[in-house]
């Protein structure tokens, strides 16, 4: 980021209300609310100040007071950070097991994907990531025999870490990007709903109201649940994509940092991206 020195921490916050909890749990009181709030702070100062074994700790606590699936994640960015693969895979594989379609689907995916590579299963898609997985086991050709065969020796494969996170920046503002329209459809539909809004509260209080009255309230409410569904989904894209971009950037130096960890509290989600620009 421009005029901001390098190794400052910045933070994104995109933060969505959660509608409830896990249905099979009672309803958290606001006690349990906000003391699963003040161990979820505690654990992102703790993660940020590179003490992750003590961060997970503090997420696994909150999670048993409030069990958001969310947390969960956390406890795998964690352990992903501590150089610990398995135990990654583990819990990013948990929350994707009781969130499939949560807000931090598609980024503990990606990373459960890239720990299967990491442990040696390639060829793993976005669908079986977190399927027990057969390591496939190398077999060191022998040149000689090749050579009496007359086997020609395969090309060296090609160095594809020189992409430099640019898929992911594609992809960033290809999501930003449908943001950006969802949110353009949000405020049209808003104005078509304040139009119609304003008619009839402007109509004329001495003049006959139209036949269709009815259907022109119906059409005004109509808009505004769309306008209310796309700005919601557009936020919601953008900030995703936002994410994503400043991952592809970072990979793209090998001396930019930027951590990416998914937070959350009794009353709200988000994701934090962190590092140095």
């Not at 395969?154 to 960033?172: E, F, I, N, V, Y």
Request: hydrophobic residues 40%; glycine residues 10%.
């Amino acid at each position: 980021m421009m005029g901001i020195p390098r190794r400052i921490l910045a933070t994104v916050m995109a933060s969505m209300l959660i509608a409830g909890t896990v249905a099979a749990q009672p309803a958290p009181t606001d006690s349990q609310k906000q003391q699963a709030g003040d161990l979820t702070k505690k654990a992102i100062a703790k993660s940020q100040a590179g003490d992750h074994e003590d961060a997970i700790e503090l997420y696994l606590e909150a999670y048993a007071i409030v069990p958001l699936p969310v947390l969960l994640s956390n406890v795998g960015a964690e352990y992903q950070k501590l150089g610990k693969p398995v135990e990654s895979l583990k819990y990013f594989c948990m929350y994707l097991d009781k969130d499939p379609t949560g807000q931090s689907a598609t980024y503990a995916t990606a990373q459960a994907k890239t720990l299967q590579i990491e442990l040696g299963n390639t060829g793993v898609t976005d669908a079986d990531v977190c399927r027990p997985q057969k390591p496939v086991e190398s077999v060191t050709p022998d040149p000689v025999v090749e050579a009496r065969l007359g086997i020609p020796a395969l090309p060296p494969a090609q160095d594809t870490s020189s992409d430099g996170g640019k898929t992911l920046r594609l992809a960033g503002l290809g999501i930003g990007g449908a943001g950006v329209v969802a949110l353009g459809l949000g405020v049209y539909f808003g104005l078509e709903a304040k139009e119609i809004s304003d008619e009839i509260s402007n109509h004329p209080m001495t003049e006959q109201w139209r036949e269709d009255i009815r259907a022109l309230e119906a059409k005004g409410q109509s808009h505004e649940n769309k306008q209310i569904a796309f700005m919601v989904a557009g936020g919601a894209l953008v900030a995703t994509g936002t994410v994503l971009f400043f991952i592809g950037r970072s990979r793209r130096s090998s001396e930019s940092s930027v951590a990416v960890t998914p937070t959350a509290s009794p009353d709200g989600m988000g994701l934090v991206v962190s590092g140095g620009f």
